[in-house]
């Protein structure tokens, strides 16, 4: 006979003490951490504890005793179910502040390298309707809150109810084959939301099937809507045309009449929307069959329009595809890349690396500064992206590359195109590969920019840079006002410079 399992504590009139990572905030019960969401530091609540481990455990807000002062009136009708904006409850300075010290603690916790005094964080710009890009899953089945699963009436059948309803919105963490269904998104302008909504709407009113995650079935699968400094806007419709068993009856005369009927649907879907939406000068669409719904591996299809919108940063223009990478915060992107400009320190007599560079904004935006830039990136697509960037903004001393970072960038390649002085590298949150940190370590650029969107692994590869270069700048940044996620800028200078006043 199993054990039953001892039942997890209610804590009653407990105060949240701080911050803690991916936005939860925590207080000490006996000797554990715990871990809660959607509250700030200063609230009184009962906790209902979830999960208890050895060292910390996990809990939920039950009732609210006391708010805190320091508490701001969350501006969206979907907080506290997504998890998408986490710190609306905290008014802005105080979510500037607690990233200033995550960056600070992150470097010197894990980092254990000598730090100059911080700059204080760049505030964003706007902190509602930041975002150029947002991307909304389609589900045959809605996400419901427990107060509303509480509401429903017994279902007679296993499949009715309101559960079934389709929705497109965000997924739901834990509940991977369910979306949340949104009505309104303050992150993006807000004809976002009537494109989205109009999608929705009409997909319903006409009978389209909204994709079914477990069984991999369905029609409407994926919407991801972009816009830019140029008021231009891209939406572009990710379908899944479902096929017939091979072993069905005259199978391709109605394989072949399923199909033409699915993508009449799709068409005329299509078709509403760029009628609806003159604004839309780039609508596109896909029929993906994978597990997933990444779309850098597909063949992308367009309606109307071009296959790509412009981005504005000072007097550059970017060319923006559907797979392009560019940073969601345009008026922050420009703050951000001005910060690394600085850093490097620029004189036009520099060649500069440019690591991880997507669709080579930051090797454009220094160029004009620089002797000559080498970008290199992983994806084919945006290096050919950045290829078309430099021409189009009449930069000729850049060259680009596209490979695996680790595998490209070796002593071999720098001996063929040239040491840098400056490196500028943007990882993902995962980081610079130990091979690549060898390979700078190797090449003794006179400086290093480091641009990070993860302050942990920032700080785990200044560690393995320690040895020779000393870190002379740090400047957060925050691109993502609402959620605990941060960017920050380091500047590190080679050590043996030092006596020669190489210091900022």
């Known amino acids: 006979m199993a054990r039953s399992k001892k039942p997890l504590p209610l804590l009653q009139g407990v105060t949240i003490e701080s911050v803690a990572a991916e936005g939860k905030c925590l207080f000490h019960w006996d000797d554990l951490v715990v871990f809660v969401p959607f509250c ?4 009184v609540v009962d906790v209902q ?25 969350p501006f969206c009708q979907h907080f506290g179910v997504c998890g998408g904006c986490k710190w609306q409850n905290l008014p802005y300075d105080k979510q500037l502040k607690f990233k200033q010290q995550q960056v600070f603690d992150q470097l010197h916790r894990i980092g254990k390298v000598e730090l100059p005094e911080f700059r204080p964080i760049l505030g964003s710009v706007k902190t509602q309707a930041y975002r150029n890009k947002l991307d909304y899953g389609c589900a045959n089945k809605r996400y419901l809150t427990k107060e509303e699963l509480r509401s429903l009436p017994p279902a007679p059948s296993e499949g009715d109810g309101a559960k079934d309803v389709p929705a497109i919105g965000f997924h739901i963490t834990g509940a991977f084959d369910k979306i949340l269904p ?3 998104c303050w992150l993006m302008d807000d004809l976002h939301n009537r494109i989205r909504n109009t999608i929705r709407d009409y997909a319903i009113a006409h009978g389209l099937s909204f994709f079914d995650l477990r069984s991999q079935v369905g029609l409407l699968r994926d919407v991801i809507i972009r816009n830019s400094a140029s008021g231009e806007w891209m939406v572009i419709l990710q379908v899944h045309i479902d096929h017939l068993p091979p072993a069905t009856d005259h199978f391709e005369e109605r394989e072949r009449e399923s199909v033409d009927s699915q993508w009449s649907m799709v068409n005329a879907l299509l078709q509403h929307i760029a009628d609806t939406f003159p604004e839309i000068t780039s609508l596109l669409y896909l029929d993906n069959q994978k597990c997933n719904d990444t779309i850098g591996d597909q063949d992308i299809r367009v309606f109307k329009g071009k296959d790509y919108i412009y981005e504005l940063m000072e007097d550059l223009k970017f060319k923006v595809g559907p797979k392009s990478f560019y940073q969601t915060n345009t008026e922050q992107a420009y703050h951000l890349y001005s910060v690394a400009r600085e850093f490097a320190g620029l004189t036009g007599n520099e060649m500069v690396y440019d690591l991880y560079t997507g669709t080579g904004t930051i090797a454009n935006f220094v160029a004009r500064r620089a002797r000559q830039v080498i970008g290199i990136e992983y994806v084919p697509e945006a290096i050919e992206d950045a290829k078309i960037n430099s021409e189009i903004n009449g930069i000729t001393n850049t060259l680009f590359f596209a490979g695996d970072m680790k595998d490209l960038l070796t002593d071999d390649f720098i001996q063929r195109h040239g040491r840098p002085d400056v490196i500028i590298t943007d990882p993902p949150r995962a980081g610079m590969h130990p091979d690549v940190v060898k390979t700078i370590l190797s090449a003794t650029p006179q400086r290093i920019v480091y641009v990070s969107c993860n302050p942990a692994t920032q700080a785990r590869d200044l560690q393995a840079l320690d040895a020779n270069y000393r870190v002379a700048e740090v400047q957060p940044v925050d691109m993502f006002p609402h959620t605990p996620h941060v960017e920050n800028v380091v500047l590190l200078t080679l050590r043996n410079n030092d006596k020669s006043g190489d210091k900022k």
């Open 182 to 184: 949104i009505e309104k």
């Open 49 to 73: 504890i979830r999960r208890k481990k050895h060292s910390f455990a996990e809990g939920e807000v039950v009732n609210m005793v006391q708010p805190s002062t320091v508490r701001a009136t």
């Open 40 to 43: 700030v530091p200063g609230d």
